[in-house]
């Protein structure tokens, strides 16, 4: 079977997997693998979903301390910065059960492999307990799958054993097959999750990507939702679609959102 037919193998397997599934209830929660029923969140609840985000090249260190503060208040599970911010907030929260995540290769994940390796075991050695990479969106259009897989391989290789690893596909740069091989490619390179986009280049986390993309990982692996999501609604629907976590800047908006309106 040559490349070709392998691709449109993997499409209509995705395909048909993705209408059996159609009107079940069961999402995933944090913890990738777990499944239940569409919840009901508080906002306490929904907190515990939130990679609280500050990725802005602009952003100064009294910023950093309020994401840190907030990560505190609201009891994010993690906050999410820039590789060269890692040591400063892994510092400031440490012991209080707070996850560090770091984006590598971030926001075009086209530098070479080695070099995003590399970033990936100082964010680790600086405090980093999870790794957010973005993958070689080039090599995956021009159909190098095997350029793909070595490069989130490489970067499994350079996690240690407990550090999640979530893999950036930046959806809305791809098509339906790009999405559907990406997923397939992270699952099989041993990723640990597989992420919508980086924000920095347009587009968003949207429902039926995060539909299709639980469809193709399936209930093991956890999928982040990243990208444009503003409140608590949104944020529910995403998770009701099949995120298991999620990236946001607008952390606090949302959850605060949530306490005036209620539980959703």
């Known amino acids: ?97 707070i996850k560090i995540c770091s984006v590598i290769g971030f926001p075009l994940g086209e530098m070479d492999t080695r070099s995003k390796a590399f970033e990936t075991r100082s964010a680790i050695s600086s ?24 490069d989130i391989r490489a970067i499994k290789r350079a996690c240690r054993s407990n550090t999640i690893l979530k893999v950036i596909i930046e959806t809305h740069l791809l098509t339906e097959e790009e999405k559907v091989l990406a997923c397939e490619i992270s699952k099989k390179a041993d990723a640990d999750y597989v992420k919508t986009c980086t924000g920095f280049l347009g587009g968003g986390a949207t429902v039926p990507d995060i539909a299709l993309m639980r469809a193709v990982v399936g209930p093991k692996l956890g999928v982040k939702a990243s990208g444009g999501i503003k409140d608590f609604g949104q944020a529910v629907a995403l998770i009701n679609a099949g995120a298991s976590r999620l990236g946001c800047g607008a952390s606090v908006a949302i959850i605060t959102g949530a306490e005036v309106k209620g539980n959703y």
């Open 1 to 97: 079977m040559d490349q070709n037919e392998l691709i449109d193998k993997i499409t209509k397997e995705v395909a048909a997997r993705l209408r059996g599934q159609m009107g079940t209830t069961e999402t995933p929660n944090t913890n990738a693998g777990t499944t239940f029923s569409k919840p009901r969140l508080s906002a306490t609840e929904l907190a515990r979903y939130i990679d609280h985000t500050l990725l802005k090249p602009e952003a100064i260190q009294p910023q950093f301390d309020q994401l840190c503060n907030e990560a505190l208040q609201y009891k994010f599970m993690s906050v999410c910065v820039n590789s060269s911010w890692v040591p400063y907030v892994a510092k400031k929260l440490r012991g209080t059960g």
């Open 127 to 150: 405090g980093a307990d999870e790794i957010d990479m973005v993958i070689n969106v080039g090599a995956l259009k021009s159909r190098n799958l095997k350029l793909v897989e070595e």
